[in-house]
């Protein structure tokens, strides 16, 4: 019976057990095919969701690539904005320069007992106004102040006193227009302008700005002949060849009633007239072959041709052309350290004599001032400079000068006095801080080529600056 029991039960055992198994088994099934379902459904979310992401990536790069070309539109309308405004059209240029010099002057050319003076001057303060129409047209504008402003005029009455120049001076100094043109260029090859503009006579008309010459005064040679920075009313053609620069020129001439034994022609540049008389014109040539304002070889001729006597206010006092020609020839070697540069004048005046006696009898001319005129004059003047930035850290270029000068290197009767033949030498420095500024200090001997007058020393001190806008 036990036996038959514990069968029984061992038998009920085995097939609860089997039942339990089958449960589990099935039950194993069920949960893995859930789990395969789910990993499904993972994957479709996760192929959803990198498809979303691969959208808004798109989405992204195409908002990126309208924010650039975006960017790009509002850079060419501004560039373009830019290049259209008249702002950009509009240049100006400033330069002036104030000096300090300690000369030995004589009262008069009778004196032979020099008297020491130190001066100040605030030399020339000159501002350049320009404007581009476009490509072809444009216009320049230059207005000089000298000597600290001005308040002076010199008129013609030809209704009082059978004619009489009357001066009227309110404050010392200047202002003048230097240039006042407009040009039309269409190439390099050929340009047109015309105005009131520079004669390209004398390297002062070229090389005017402080940093563009070593000594601190403008070469006193050339101011000794020339107007300085000479300008005059007409017309002229130019252009670049190559390496050569050509200009020529048709200009108002000058006025013989103010030519001077001390700087023979250049008093009768008109500029001090309100109207400037026209019935004798001048003409300029000029070839250059390379730049006196870039480094390198420059050699340069120019040629002025014009009659003087039809300019004259009291034309009835002279019969003759009173004819001036010019010529001048300079020479410029910019290389590393190295600054070299020289110039050559030569003049004629036809009927010297004859307008010195005209101008003794003109009212008003103050006939004391006269001697006699040069039929003929010369100067030159040579000067060479080491800039010792190329080899030590410092600024500073070292200069040596000569300046020779004589208005009356040949007279058409009598004997041409020495008094007026004059040669400067000189050495100094220019301390250049920044490029825009430079400083100059300059000392040396001035020689008249008559034993009576003793031999004078000289020193000036200066301070230029340029800049362009």
């Known amino acids: 019976m036990t036996l038959k029991l514990t069968t029984l039960g061992i038998a009920i055992a085995s097939l609860l057990a089997g039942n339990a198994y089958a449960d589990t088994q099935t039950n194993s099934t069920a949960n893995a095919t859930s789990l395969a379902e789910s990993i499904v459904r993972q994957e479709q979310a996760l192929n959803q969701l990198k498809q979303e992401l691969a ?223 026209a019935d004798d014109l001048a003409y300029v040539l000029r070839l250059d072959y390379g730049s006196f304002k870039q480094p390198g070889l420059a050699l340069g001729a120019a040629y002025y041709y014009g009659n003087t006597s039809g300019n004259r206010h009291k034309s009835n006092k002279l019969a003759g052309d009173g004819s001036v020609s010019l010529l001048a020839l300079s020479g410029a070697y910019v290389d590393g350290p190295w600054i070299l540069r020289g110039q050559y004048l030569q003049g004629t005046l036809d009927d010297a004599d004859a307008i010195t006696q005209a101008n003794k009898t003109t009212p008003g001319l103050k006939p004391g001032n006269f001697a006699q005129l040069g039929s003929k004059a010369e100067s030159f003047f040579v000067e060479a400079g080491l800039d010792l930035n190329h080899f030590f850290a410092l600024p500073l270029t070292v200069f040596a000068n000569l300046d020779y000068a004589n208005p009356l290197s040949e007279v058409e009767t009598g004997t041409a006095t020495k008094r007026y033949e004059n040669t400067w030498t000189s050495v100094g420095v220019n301390y250049s801080p920044i490029p825009e500024l430079v400083i100059k200090a300059e000392g040396g001997l001035h020689q008249v080529a008559v034993a009576a007058i003793p031999d004078t020393h000289f020193f000036a001190l200066g301070v230029g600056y340029q800049f362009s806008l």
């Open 55 to 277: 959208q808004l990536k798109a989405q992204q790069t195409e908002k990126q690539y309208d924010q650039q070309a975006l960017n790009q539109t509002v850079q060419q309308q501004v560039s373009q904005e830019a290049a259209n405004s008249p702002w950009r059209r509009f240049k100006f240029e400033s330069y002036g320069s104030m000096n300090y010099t300690s000369d030995e002057y004589f009262d008069n050319v009778q004196d032979t007992t020099p008297e020491r003076r130190g001066r100040l001057d605030l030399e020339r303060i000159v501002t350049e106004f320009g404007y581009q129409f476009n490509d072809e047209w444009d216009m320049e504008v230059e207005i000089e102040y000298e000597h600290g402003g001005t308040g002076a005029a010199l008129e013609y009455d030809g209704f009082d006193e059978f004619g009489e120049f009357e001066s009227e001076v309110e404050a010392g100094g200047e202002v003048m227009i230097e240039k006042a043109q407009i040009r039309y260029r269409p190439s390099k090859a050929f340009g047109v302008k015309f105005g009131n503009i520079h004669l390209p006579v004398g390297l002062s008309s070229v090389l005017h700005k402080p940093n563009q010459y070593l000594t601190v005064l403008r070469h006193r040679s050339e101011a000794a002949l020339l107007p300085a920075v000479w300008n005059e009313t007409g017309i002229g053609i130019f252009g670049e060849l190559g390496d050569f620069h050509y200009q020529a020129q048709v200009v108002s001439g000058l006025n013989s009633e103010y030519f001077r034994t001390y700087d023979w022609i250049a008093s009768g540049h008109q500029k001090r007239f309100e109207h400037i008389n």
